[in-house]
């Protein structure tokens, strides 16, 4: 049983903490790659509006259902996001082997022998910064989430005005790829650093995946809070300290090679 005074590295706690912290600063939600829905930020910013990139009709009618359903204020662009304006193609897989699309990848040219291909579709792609240059967000007014199974690197690089501006960025990175580094970089050179690293997906029980949840450096100056050691005045307050989870030590975990 978890502990309710307790912190743990999961998305909608960190979420939760920082709106208390600066509700200013997410007054809207940039959600790159939502699928169906992305459940943390329908269950932190219900109150929101939220703009919904997802290029694959795949998804569409069911995104739609669940946010209306939510009561979930939203723009739903169907389009893909990149380093430039103009058309790419959308290879739709199902890597589980159901046959429903559990995955989407945007490559310049189509890919018949991708592994687990389900269909291939042409799709208009657009830079971030194109899409907002007419009525851009208040600076240091929104959160961005990006989760595009691999593209980050070019979204990031065709929005890095929108980018720059956001008060937090949530960017998934991958062990295998080897991505962590190589993406926190990238966002700590448009003026963020790291804020927390949450929802770690294991498997076969080894790290795969986080959650890297970055803070723009310009709200982290302006909120003390952001920053405890100073707001402790260098002070340690032992209740407000924690290490690790102690009442998880001993909680066995099975060999998941069994």
């Known amino acids: 049983m978890t502990n309710p005074h307790m912190r743990y590295p999961v998305m909608s706690q960190s979420l939760r903490l920082a709106r208390t912290i600066a509700p200013q600063a997410m007054q809207e939600i940039i959600d790159i790659g939502v ?29 739609e259902e669940n946010y209306r359903a939510a009561g979930v204020d939203y723009t739903l662009h169907k389009i893909a996001l990149s380093d430039a304006d103009g058309i790419l193609h959308l290879h739709e897989t199902s890597v589980d082997g159901s046959g429903r699309v559990t995955h989407t990848q945007i490559r310049p040219e189509r890919d018949e022998a991708m592994p687990f291909l389900v269909g291939i579709k042409e799709i208009p792609t657009r830079r971030l910064d194109t899409v907002f240059a007419q009525q851009p967000p208040a600076d240091l007014s929104y959160l961005v989430k990006l989760d595009v199974d691999g593209v980050e690197e070019q979204i990031i690089a065709g929005g890095q005005q929108v980018l720059r501006n956001a008060s937090f960025i949530i960017i998934e990175t991958s062990i295998s790829r080897q991505d962590l580094c190589r993406r926190a970089a990238l966002l700590e050179q448009l003026g ?12 076969y029980g080894q790290l795969a995946l986080v959650d890297l949840v970055m803070i723009n450096n310009r709200l982290r100056a302006a909120e003390l809070k952001f920053r405890p050691w100073e707001y402790s005045e260098g002070k340690v307050h032992w209740p407000k300290w924690q290490h690790g989870f102690k009442h998880l030590d001993d909680t066995p975990v099975d060999d998941p090679f069994a």
């Open 35 to 63: 699928q169906v829905k992305t459940d943390f930020l329908m269950a932190v910013f219900p109150d929101r509006h939220h703009h919904l990139f997802e290029p694959s009709p795949a998804y569409h009618a069911k995104l």
């Open 192 to 203: 963020f650093r790291v804020f927390d690293l949450c929802d770690n997906a294991y498997y």
